[in-house]
């Protein structure tokens, strides 16, 4: 028996050798990188641009399967394992299994929720969370982001706690008249605390963080935020030219959510503090891509500068048919060599 099985075992490695990738057509031997999709063979490079469909569940996929049943192929262990041949509802895509991955989250809801931050987090897509009416006043070419009501700004600030003591004699000059001679000697421990600064709304744009108080409003552009801490309910910013921390607290993940789209899948996510950095640090880098003030100014010189040639070309024409003279020419043409 034990000579059969390993006989057995060689014959299955023959065949595995002998496979071949169904593109470049390259042996696929033990120990070649390869998989299967839908049944097919593939080795790693080819099949990394393959496209299928989960058959249980209808997801797209690119790659080579790590699940597969024969001729089908699967996204996850789940999907393979909820596969039933014998009922043809399921044994193929349908909408009614996306619906489900919709409403319960499915099998790849984990997956599809780190891929939307991620991409949210790189300035790859873009999204609108507006918990209420923003109090500032857009810009030109500003857009909106997210506005949060009910945001509290909090700032470290220094708490000195501490006595004193007193030394020296007493000297008694007579019936209710006395002196004390020393000094007194003060002692105090300092430390800092979160003191609540101010309540208002908090405003995200394309280009700015703005929170708008009762008592304080503060207007931080994007690009001079330096860090962020992000916590469940709120998020601490440090920025260019100002040593302490502010921290902005008051987001209720269960009152305040974002809609998560990855393909034909859709998610209510709890926005939460980090969720808020993710926004903030793909706006930034959306802002960093764009062409900036010194850039424009730098195209529009450019433009100006490339005309010049031909008006000096229009006015030697113009000295030629003799409407002006060579001494108005030469005039026209320093001032506009000098723009260049």
């Known amino acids: 028996m034990a000579e059969e099985k390993q006989s057995n075992n060689r014959q299955e490695r023959h065949r595995n050798e002998e496979k071949c990738c169904t593109i470049c ?49 699967f996204c996850s262990i789940g999907c393979a394992l909820k596969y039933d041949p014998r009922k043809e509802s399921e044994s193929k895509p349908n909408k009614q299994a996306l619906q489900v991955a919709k409403e319960d989250g499915g099998e790849f809801k984990e997956a599809d929720s780190e891929l939307w931050l991620s991409q949210l987090k790189e300035g790859r897509i873009t999204a609108e969370v507006i918990g209420g009416e923003s109090p500032i006043i857009l810009k030109r070419q500003e857009q909106l982001r997210a506005v949060l009501p009910s945001i509290s700004l909090l700032e470290p600030r220094a708490v000195t706690e501490g006595g004193g003591l007193y030394g020296g004699p007493t000297i008694r000059m007579g019936k209710g008249l ?17 003191r609540n600064i101010d309540q208002g709304v908090l405003t995200l744009t394309s280009q700015r963080l703005v929170f708008s108080g009762k008592k304080r409003t503060l207007n931080i552009g994007l690009m001079s935020i330096v860090s962020m801490e992000p916590f469940k309910d709120g998020l601490a910013i440090r920025r260019e030219g100002k040593e302490k921390t502010q921290y902005f607290s008051g987001i209720n993940p269960k009152m305040i959510s974002i809609r998560a789209k990855v393909d034909d899948r859709e998610y209510e996510e709890p926005f939460t503090g980090a969720t808020l950095q993710y926004l903030i640090e793909g706006t930034m880098k959306q802002q960093a891509q764009l062409p900036g003030e010194k850039e424009v100014k730098a195209k529009s010189v450019s433009a100006s500068s490339e005309s010049i040639p031909d008006q000096i070309r229009k006015l030697a024409e113009l000295r030629d048919a003799g409407i002006l003279t060579s001494e108005e020419f030469e005039s026209k043409k320093t001032e506009l060599l000098k723009r260049m």
Not at 29 to 44: N, V
């Open 25 to 73: 057509g390259k042996k696929l031997g033990l120990l070649t990188p390869r998989g299967q999709i839908e049944g097919k063979w593939y080795c790693k490079n080819c099949g990394k641009d393959v496209a299928w469909h989960c058959a249980m569940c209808g997801q797209e996929r690119k790659g080579l399967a790590l699940n597969n049943k024969g001729e089908l192929s």
């Open 178 to 194: 006395s002196f004390r001679l020393g000094g007194a000697i003060g002692r105090g421990e300092s430390h800092e605390e979160l």
